[in-house]
């Protein structure tokens, strides 16, 4: 009965206020469940936001990109694409996606050393900082993603155990993560390595260090990875979560996303506090 009430609710409105176009819709699956923390934007664009534990969405988007695509995606399911134009006003904007199968590899745990080793920087009291939450407009850059270059072995498999960031300023109740690990490609964040969902929350305007034990995920890597950290969800009140960055910091790569499906920004030089503690292949 839940289902088929969310089904009845789902409308598109589009308002024009101005220059702006105002999309509501929903995302659900095959058999009519919603899709929570969906990612939904803009093809290259920094307009983008993340579904709700309701599958449900509302994107802002500007009359110039009626000619542009929106880009609906989830790890475990098939990407959606929608011509903004198609979206006709007072129809209902329903999104269907499929599951998609994901191989799982065989990691076998007792090939690793018990030896706990890190990677990252841990400092934190830094004058600068990188914001998550940027935009006016509530939820309009959710899925923005701070992310940072590690450096891994070719002659050996680590396997990750732990994800560490710290937040710096924070006046949210409730703000929710997703860690994200991603191999590279040309220099940049490419395919989402972790074929499961990582999520954290934090509450009652946490500070300081967020710890993510990862060992279960049994993510094994044996080449330069990105692990970013992914902002999805929050509080009604609020506007500061940030993180601190380390200028300079040779040899680290920073990466940004605005928002969800923008193209990622690359610094070298720079670093937030992001830790990522892994055990290496035995000898």
């Known amino acids: ?37 969906a990612n939904v934007g803009i093809i290259g664009k920094p307009l983008g936001t993340v579904s709700d534990s309701l599958g449900k969405f509302t994107l802002f988007l500007g009359k110039t990109f009626l000619n542009d695509t929106i880009l609906i995606s989830h790890l475990g399911y098939e990407n959606r694409k929608i011509l903004v134009s198609s979206i006709i006003e007072g129809e209902p904007l329903i999104i269907k996606t499929k599951t998609k199968n994901v191989d799982l590899e065989e990691v076998v745990i007792n090939s690793f050393d018990k030896k706990i080793s890190q990677k990252g920087r841990d400092k934190v009291n830094t004058k600068r900082i990188v914001q998550f ?35 710096k300023y924070n006046d949210f109740e409730k703000a929710k993560f997703r860690i994200i690990i991603y191999n590279m490609k040309n220099g940049k964040p490419n395919e989402i390595i972790n074929k499961k969902s990582i999520y954290k929350s934090i509450y009652n305007k946490f500070q300081g260090w967020v710890s993510i034990d990862i060992s279960n995920f049994k993510i094994s890597v044996n080449k330069n990875i990105v692990v970013g950290i992914e902002w999805i969800e929050h509080s009604k009140s609020g506007s500061k979560l940030s993180l601190p960055i380390i200028v300079p910091s040779i040899g680290s790569t920073h990466f940004y996303r605005y928002g969800s499906q923008s193209k990622w920004r690359k610094f070298g030089g720079i670093s937030t506090a992001l830790i990522v503690r892994y055990r290496e292949t035995k000898e």
């Open 1 to 37: 009965m839940r289902n088929i009430a969310i089904i009845i609710l789902m409308s598109l409105t589009t308002i024009l206020h101005g220059q702006v176009l105002e999309i509501e819709g929903y995302i659900i699956n095959e058999n009519q469940n919603p899709i929570n923390y």
């Open 133 to 167: 939450s940027i935009s006016s407009k509530k939820n309009q850059n959710l899925g923005a993603v701070i992310g940072r270059k590690f450096k891994f072995s070719n002659r050996k498999k680590s396997l990750l155990e732990e994800v560490k960031f710290y937040v």
